[in-house]
């Protein structure tokens, strides 16, 4: 069964400092794979998506993501965290039937 | 272009009544869903709809949800009786996909369900 694992509830970063939030899945076949941000008070909005060809995918926002088939991971990456970034994200995995799965998201803090 | 609506924004009830919501998908999507999210926890599959035909509510409380999408384009989901463990966000998403997930969800703002 498609599952998707984020392991870290909650992660605090300076403003500035670069951000990786982790994201593994479950799937026995190729995978698409996507990250989603949420803002309080607000729905999901696409940061990217992984359907296929290069394993490092750029998003909006500043945001990128490796997609690692030995690791079952699709780490989200930042270089440097703007105050605005602070948010819910959550990691998604697209299976058969166009039926999506979600993590139980990160909330990520941005300190001053 | 217009995203997903969805109405109501906020609704509070007492256990036991009922309440409906509203989602109105982007032009074109022929693929609808319903997702659940309760506090601190990610979007939960209630149903999805591909024109007007279920896909999958394999997840749905069917003893107390129901949801269907006349037409092919809006969709209702109501729940009838209401219970506590029902309070969360319930978010509609639509999209124009290919077989096996390759293309992208839009999601609404999601309608706040306060069960009290």
């Known amino acids: 069964a498609q599952s998707v694992t984020q392991p870290d509830i909650h992660i605090t970063v300076s403003e500035g400092a670069s951000l990786e939030l982790r994201c593994n899945y479950s799937?026995?076949?190729?995978?698409?794979l996507f990250w989603y941000v949420q803002s309080p008070g607000q729905g999901l909005q696409l940061l990217l998506k992984y359907f296929s060809g290069d394993t490092l995918v750029q998003g909006i926002k500043g945001f990128e993501a490796e997609f690692k088939r030995s690791q079952s991971s699709f780490n989200l990456r930042k270089p440097s965290v703007h105050w605005s970034d602070a948010a819910e994200y959550f990691c998604a995995v697209g299976g058969t039937g166009n039926q999506f799965y979600f993590g139980t998201g990160t909330s990520l803090t941005v300190i001053p | 272009e217009a995203g997903v609506a969805q109405s109501p924004r906020y609704k509070i009830i007492e256990k036991r009544q009922s309440v409906a919501f509203w989602c109105n998908p982007i032009s074109g999507h022929a693929t609808l869903y319903w997702y659940q999210q309760i506090l601190g926890q990610g979007p939960k599959l209630l149903i999805q709809f591909q024109n007007n035909g279920v896909v999958d509510d394999s997840q749905l409380p069917k003893d107390r949800f129901s949801a269907e999408r006349l037409k092919g384009v809006d969709s209702t989901l109501k729940i009838q009786p209401a219970k506590l463990e029902d309070s969360a966000v319930y978010l509609c998403?639509?999209?124009?996909?290919?077989?096996?997930?390759?293309?992208?969800?839009?999601f609404g703002e999601g309608s706040r369900l306060t069960v009290l």
């Open positions: 799937y026995g076949a190729t995978p698409y």
């Open positions: 998403a639509s999209g124009q996909l290919r077989a096996g997930g390759r293309g992208e969800l839009f």
